[in-house]
């Protein structure tokens, strides 16, 4: 029987078989080839820090709700999965097999996905498999950037440098930044948003913000992007900003904001701040010209025209069956990994 990846408790990755369900007549039958581990999301349900293991989540309310919990162990993880078509129902028109597609399914050897989910990722020529695992996080990058209003010759800084922050990076140039600031702590990221002509900043040897306001004449960035999911981060996007800048927020912070002081920069300056969110029902900013179909397929135009350089982003490829070194090296040793990607065949 094939098998799937479940986190049985914090920091415990197993797996547990389960059965082959028939086709449907819109279905598709895939056959995973390679998944991304999450940096963020997932590393949060593994590490056993997300709020879901201690609240409910309210979708009316759109409210997290003390005395009940969301989500209990053992339970899945991953959406970052390029697979390839084995089997298709008999009404299946636009999906043949042996076609590639990613689809934000689970670390798993198959999955039956409705062709409508499939085809929106379908790769296109010119679209590695290594490049399809990052159709998700790209959607994340690009929602960001659009949310950050980024406009031709504007100063903008990227706080966190994994594999979305240096997404953002490349896009915003693409948006016509005219300087892009990326900061970070791990030389191993700063060298790589170099390569993307960012002037790179280490914050574990500088005063980063300090930096950047050195740099822009003492006024700051117009945009800052905060990438890293640690509120330090968040503070120190905001000091860095000019008066009445925009700061953008992509990252899945955990617990309270320690590090996070409103009442310096942010209420002073006048600093508009926005949560970028561009899944759990919620609709792009310029809905409806923009939703999620749409981020897929640019972001598929981006791989194919290589505007937006990914594959050499992943540093480790582990087999599916040792997933449990996978999570311990993204939660151990971030200075050594940026993406680290599960292996099936």
Known sequence: MPVELVVLGPRQIGFREYEEKALGPKEVRLSSLISGISHGTEMNLYRGTAPFYHKRWDPVLRMFIKGDVSITYPRGLGYENVAVVTEVGKDVETVEVGD??????????????????????????????????????????LNAVHDAQIKVGDNVAVFGLGAIGLMVVQLAKLSGASKVF???????????????????????????????????????????????????????AIRCCHMAGRVVTLGYYQGGGTDLYLGEEWHHNRITML???????????????????????????????????????????????EAARAYELVDKKPEETIKVALTYH
């Open 182 to 236: 990326a900061v970070d702590l791990i030389d191993k990221r700063l060298r790589k948003a170099e390569e993307y002509a960012a002037v790179t900043l280490n914050a574990g040897i500088i005063d980063a913000s300090m930096e950047i306001k050195k740099q822009t004449g003492s006024k700051g960035v117009d945009v800052a992007i905060e990438a890293s999911g640690v509120y330090r981060g968040v503070h120190e």
């Open 100 to 141: 590639c597609a990613w689809v934000a399914k689970p670390h798993r050897e198959t999955n039956v996905v409705a062709e409508d989910e499939v085809r929106p990722g379908l790769l296109p020529g010119g679209v590695s498999q290594e490049e399809g695992i990052f159709t998700a996080l790209a959607r994340v990058a």
């Open 275 to 321: 949560s970028s969110m561009s899944v759990w029902d919620c609709p792009h900013r310029n809905y409806p010209l923009w939703d999620l179909k749409r981020l897929t397929a640019t972001a598929m135009d981006l791989f194919k025209d290589k505007k937006l350089l990914v594959s050499d982003l992943i540093t480790h490829k582990v087999p599916f069956e």
